[in-house]
């Protein structure tokens, strides 16, 4: 089973380019998540969705856009990437209201920006 | 402005020892309460849960302790072994949307 699949793993940017992040889940999940791992601030919220076609705020939402066109898909844009930007990004997934809460993980996106 | 708050940020233990990382919390809504393991070059997973309704919650090796009066909760790893040498982050979630976790505590088990 594949759970929550990242692509791409790595990635090297220059300081104004932009970039998407691609989020896969194939468990039917209804809730999708973009956080952000930097040393010693632990996880962080990006944006995340409560099903297709829907999306909201996290507590670090500046600078990044999400699409949930389809249900498996959740997408993480940089339009104009930046320095601070530079971190690990995580994706996950969770069965909706009245689950356990469970979150399941990618395996990570390391994002490098020049 | 952290909503969970994690200590220590990193712990080392002797091999058969017991680790223990303690977390805080402020929002009152918040109910479900997670504790994820994550590997380097992995991402986090579940290691345990527990909702504010008990004080205690076991499995295996691993409690979660609960004090809801003091916002505080606790994990406890007894019998430690290098093999549960992780990071570990507490978290908290409240009205099924979101998990807000905590900084994350670096445990080094010394064989």
């Known amino acids: 089973n594949a759970g929550v699949t990242q692509t791409p793993k790595f990635r090297v940017l220059k300081t104004g380019q932009s970039m998407t992040l691609l989020c896969a889940q194939d468990?039917?999940?209804?809730?999708m998540y973009w956080y952000r791992q930097d040393p010693g601030m632990g996880l962080r919220l990006i944006h995340y969705?409560?099903?297709?076609?829907?999306?909201a705020k996290g507590e670090v939402p500046d600078g990044y856009n999400v699409s949930r066109l389809k249900k498996q898909n959740f997408l993480l844009g940089l339009e104009s990437a930046a320095p601070s930007q530079t971190s690990v990004y995580f994706c996950?997934?969770?069965?909706?209201?009245?689950?356990?809460?469970?979150?399941?993980f990618g395996e990570g996106s390391r994002l490098t920006v020049l | 402005q952290q909503q969970v708050k994690q200590s220590p940020q990193s712990l080392i233990v002797q091999k058969g020892g017991i680790s223990i990382i303690n977390c805080a919390y402020e929002n009152t809504a918040f109910d479900y309460f997670p504790w994820y393991q994550q590997f380097p070059g992995k991402g986090p997973a579940l290691l345990i849960a527990i909702r504010p309704d008990v004080s205690e919650k076991k499995e295996g090796r691993f409690t979660i302790s609960f004090n809801k009066s003091a916002k505080q909760f606790s994990l406890h790893i007894m019998d430690s072994q290098p093999g549960d040498s992780a990071t570990y982050f507490c978290?908290?979630?409240?009205?099924?949307?979101?998990?807000?976790f905590g900084a994350g505590t670096r445990l080094f088990v010394k064989a």
């Open positions: 969705s409560v099903g297709e076609g829907t999306t």
């Open positions: 468990m039917n999940h209804e809730y």
């Open positions: 996950a997934s969770r069965t909706g209201a009245g689950s356990t809460g469970e979150l399941f």
């Open positions: 978290a908290a979630q409240a009205g099924g949307f979101k998990t807000i």
